[in-house]
């Protein structure tokens, strides 16, 4: 249930990371992989209920990375001007990307969860394209009905 939340996680982070062509998940010491990961780290302890382990186990790590990293990324959101713009892009990227989304996980993937949701956008647009169609046809047949419905 929580892996569906962080795989989502992932699915927004990485959208971000691509900007930048980085893979997060490669194992380097490279200062950019270290923010981006720390910043992944960041974002699962705060929008999920996660143990560290399963964060880290996400992204082929231990706990202890996790408690460094977030420890580290704390040190560096004080000073760091660059980090601290990532940092609010990266939280609003992620708030908008997780509008709508419901607290419920019963899915059984990322994919059925967006195959549903594409599903409720479709049935919505097509309520809404007759709804456009109804009106248009009232308006071109009867122009003074429709002044008195609204």
Known sequence: MS????????????????????NIK????K????????FYYKFCR???????????VSMGRDHACVIN????????LTYDKRLIAYYSELDRLIKEGLKGIDEDYTYASIEKLYETRYTEV????EELLNRYNFLSLIHI????????IS
């Open 26 to 29: 490669r194992n380097t010491r």
């Open 46 to 56: 705060m929008y999920t209920k996660d143990s560290l382990n399963i964060i880290g």
């Open 3 to 22: 892996l569906l939340k962080i795989q989502i996680y992932l699915n927004l982070f990485f959208k971000f990371v691509f900007i930048f062509k980085i």
């Open 122 to 125: 479709s049935k919505k647009y």
């Open 141 to 148: 047949s009867e122009p003074t009905r429709l002044l008195s």
């Open 69 to 76: 990293a977030l420890d580290r990324l704390d040190g560096w």
């Open 31 to 38: 200062r950019e992989y270290i923010e981006a990961r720390a």
